[in-house]
């Protein structure tokens, strides 16, 4: 019979641990999908979207990091009802003629079911997928290596080399920050060739994103506002033991805090931290006693 379907096992506003149930048509869609004839692809009960090899292309990852793609790349499409032929209108007097074809009440992406515009979707179940079953089988089918996850002060270098290529194009200067660092005898030798050089007032846009952090750029924010800011995910903070004291909590979803917001004049002292020459540790009895 026409939109005739069934579906087992919703439990409303609960959120089930990963199972058998679940890993099952999830491993079964990412190996139909990375086998077939382009490797990725949107099908009629699943999608595979890889086309950029964004699973592999970064060679090792977190576990964190490799849930994240997964959720990033799949979708399920559950519950298949047959949609018999029928006709669209609307108020302009145009129609559609629809014809029958197998459709979906449900898809699962990002470890939640989602559905059709009449269910709340807090009556719908989550599903967590921080498994370590499935985080095995997904680093030995794509060969991906293990790694912690990245530092602060790592996504900060990663960042400041990104805000850098913008306010440095290799199009229109030759300075490259990084390098006049290594050169520059102090931070105002560095920072003063730096504005010289640097193209703000113009461009922007997102960053730098991995282990729950991610980035933007606002170079219209010219030197005294804030042109880099750099989010992570509060509860990734929390489970990793890392410090959100004093940190701004970002008002979107509240669900991430700022890790860092720069200005341009900012970006430029903590460049010259990272990049520059460190200095030697101070050697006190403790070391000597160790050695």
């Known amino acids: 019979m026409c939109g005739e379907s069934r579906m087992h096992g919703v439990n409303g506003g609960k959120i089930w641990r990963l199972s058998q149930r679940i ?54 499409y559950l519950v298949p009802y047959t949609r018999c032929f029928h006709v669209s209108t609307d108020n302009s007097y145009s129609f559609w003629e629809l014809e029958t074809k197998t459709d979906y009440r449900f898809w699962f992406d990002g470890g939640k079911i989602q559905g059709s515009s009449w269910l709340r979707s807090d009556e719908l179940p989550e599903y967590e997928l921080y498994d370590e079953e499935f985080i095995s089988w997904l ?33 229109e200067t030759s300075f490259d920050p990084v390098e006049e660092i290594k050169k520059a005898k102090s931070f105002n030798e560095f920072k003063s060739k730096a504005l010289a050089h640097a193209k703000l007032g113009n461009g922007g846009g997102s960053g730098y994103s991995i282990d729950g952090f991610s980035t933007s750029y606002d170079l219209f924010a010219g030197r005294k506002g804030i042109v880099l800011t750099v989010r992570q995910l509060i509860q990734l903070r929390v489970q990793l033991n890392r410090s959100i004291d004093g940190m701004e909590v970002e008002s979107y979803d509240n669900q991430s805090v700022y890790v860092y917001k720069l200005t341009f004049d900012q970006a430029l002292e903590r460049a010259y931290e990272l990049f520059g020459p460190q200095k030697p540790k101070q050697l006190d009895l403790f070391d000597f006693l160790a050695a």
């Open 139 to 171: 680093r030995d089918y794509f060969h991906i290596e293990y790694k912690e996850v990245i530092s602060d002060d790592d996504v900060l270098r990663r960042s400041l080399e990104n805000l850098f290529a913008r306010a440095y194009r290799k199009d």
């Open 23 to 76: 890993t099952y048509p999830y491993k079964d869609a990412i190996v139909k999908g990375s086998t077939s004839e382009e490797g990725h692809g949107r099908f009629e009960e699943f999608w595979w979207d890889d086309s950029t090899k964004y699973m592999t292309r970064d060679g090792a990852l977190s576990d964190f990091e490799i849930i994240a793609r997964v959720k990033h790349l799949i979708r399920l």
